[in-house]
């Protein structure tokens, strides 16, 4: 496979190695082509440093995927022990800097400790050593529109990268463990690898998961659409469906993505989206709750393009109307025009390739008239139609509750101990509170914590 190496912040160059080769291996390509010692290099992925007895697709690499490579100038002496929480010290433009230098499956991340509550029992039995049988599902947590190749929502991989620079080169402090981590600024931050650079600000983005992207080939987070792991009904059809899409109301009602899309279009054809003066051309869930507007409008890609072009001329559209204007009658203009306030006969000029030279009323819409209009109209704007919901469906497909009752009745084991763990906050990211186990894991997909669970499904 070929893996692209960005070595202190060069454009990058390939590098081809084998899919099952160790992350030692290509330390090892790396440093012979630079022509620098095997032993000052790390390489940085997804914010973390990788250990070198990993293997790439233990790491979550794929075909064309690009690494960070860095040279320490001054190789640490000795490395933390696995429950150190304040990493190791290396010598960078001159000082020494604290980094938490990350061995992914073996390093300690002292926060989750308050996210675990353990029940111990039969502390002295005899335990399996060794992981146990993992489930085949993929687990993928984030959800994006590709519009390069896919032109489709598309799982999504979480990627991390330095504000300052723009490189891939910065190792985190901390996980992330909700949207608001990885959508605010500011709120994570690190220390970053790259050379002459002082940042420690972590901006978080997206790439599509299906196909070899560049490193300008980011995506849009869709948020609210997420795995149906809870097993909850669509609101509308009720069959119970995956991926689905969480309204953001305070039920947190869930709707199918073919339903969510029957929807949108139907409420288009009507003209009934709602124009929010923040958030622009929006809907809000379905079940009609209040303060449930969707904010991230890329949800509504789901259209399709055709449709999604249509969508973006019906809200430039409700822009105009909302400042007073209006939109010529005429079929095949609807041009925008924004006449004086009182005017009532309104011309559509014909400037730069845009109207038609229509001349109609104001009021009725018909073609202009001195006499009252005979036509009666609601030109006030307003809808008030709403989606009919069955009472007893929307009360089933309450995904808050249902994510609250999972986490309250149920717990994992370890997978490599076997001693029960229940997981109360946080992220993904667990580590056995046991203290000769420590192993560390992932709570959706019970394998050892690795940058394919980081890049699918860090937090929930």
């Known amino acids: 496979m070929i893996v692209f190496v960005r070595f202190s912040s060069s454009p990058?160059?390939?590098?081809?190695?084998?899919?099952?080769?160790?992350?030692?291996?290509?330390?090892?390509?790396?440093?012979?082509?630079?022509?620098?010692?095997?032993?000052?290099?790390?390489?940085?992925?997804?914010?973390?440093?990788?250990?070198?007895?990993?293997?790439?697709?233990?790491?979550?690499?794929?075909?064309?995927?690009t690494v960070h490579v860095v040279q320490y100038i001054s190789q640490p002496t000795q490395r933390p022990s696995s429950d150190s929480s304040t990493g190791i010290l290396m010598k960078r433009n001159g000082r020494e800097v604290a980094t938490n230098q990350v061995d992914l499956s073996t390093s300690a991340f002292p926060r989750h400790h308050t996210d675990l509550k353990t029940v111990l029992e039969n502390e002295d039995q005899d335990l399996p050593s060794g992981p146990g049988p993992t489930e085949a599902r993929p687990y993928s947590r984030f959800y994006i529109y590709c519009k390069t190749m896919c032109k489709a929502v598309q799982p999504g991989k979480l990627r991390v990268r330095c504000s300052t620079c723009q490189q891939g080169t910065l190792t985190l402090t901390r996980d992330p463990s909700c949207w608001e981590d990885v959508l605010e600024r500011n709120r994570i931050t690190g220390v970053c690898q790259t050379k002459d650079c002082d940042g420690t600000v972590a901006e978080f983005y997206f790439k599509c998961g299906k196909h070899p992207t560049s490193e300008s080939d980011t995506s849009v987070i869709l948020n609210l659409i997420t795995p149906n792991r809870q097993n909850i009904p669509c609101i509308t059809?009720?069959?119970?469906?995956?991926?689905?899409?969480?309204?953001?109301?305070?039920?947190?009602?869930?709707?199918c993505l073919d339903c969510f899309h029957l929807y949108c279009v139907t409420r288009l054809n009507d003209r009934q989206f709602i124009h929010d003066p923040k958030l622009g051309y929006s809907l809000p869930c379905v079940a009609a709750c209040p303060d449930s507007l969707i904010k991230e409008v890329h949800h509504f890609r789901i259209l399709g393009s055709d449709q999604y072009d249509r969508y973006q001329r019906?809200?430039?559209?409700?822009?105009?109307?909302?400042?007073?204007?209006?939109?010529?009658?005429?079929?095949?203009?609807?041009?925008g025009l924004l006449p004086d306030a009182g005017l009532r006969r309104i011309e559509c000029l014909v400037q730069n390739g845009v109207g038609c030279g229509f001349v109609f009323c104001r009021e009725c819409?018909?073609?202009?008239?001195?006499?009252?209009?005979?036509?009666?109209?609601?030109?006030?704007?307003?809808?008030t139609q709403n989606y009919v919901i069955n009472q007893q469906a929307a009360q089933r497909a309450l995904w808050e509750e249902a994510s609250r009752q999972a986490i309250k009745e149920t717990t994992k084991p370890c997978p490599k101990c076997q001693v029960p763990v229940e997981k109360?906050?946080?992220?993904?990211?667990?580590?056995?509170?046991?203290?000769?186990?420590?192993?560390?894991?992932?709570?959706?997909?019970?394998?050892?914590w690795n940058c394919d669970c980081m890049g699918d499904h860090w937090f929930e």
């Open 12 to 65: 990058g160059f390939p590098v081809e190695v084998d899919a099952n080769a160790s992350i030692f291996q290509l330390k090892e390509a790396v440093a012979k082509r630079q022509g620098v010692p095997i032993d000052q290099l790390c390489v940085i992925f997804a914010g973390k440093e990788l250990r070198n007895d990993l293997t790439l697709q233990n790491c979550g690499l794929m075909q064309q995927s």
């Open 237 to 255: 059809c009720t069959d119970t469906v995956d991926p689905v899409l969480i309204f953001p109301c305070v039920d947190r009602h869930v709707i």
């Open 314 to 335: 019906y809200g430039a559209e409700e822009c105009v109307l909302q400042m007073g204007g209006v939109l010529c009658p005429r079929p095949g203009c609807g041009a």
């Open 365 to 383: 819409k018909e073609e202009y008239h001195k006499e009252e209009c005979n036509s009666v109209f609601d030109i006030s704007g307003e809808t």
């Open 424 to 448: 109360n906050g946080g992220c993904m990211h667990m580590k056995c509170p046991r203290t000769s186990c420590h192993f560390q894991w992932c709570w959706l997909c019970s394998k050892e």
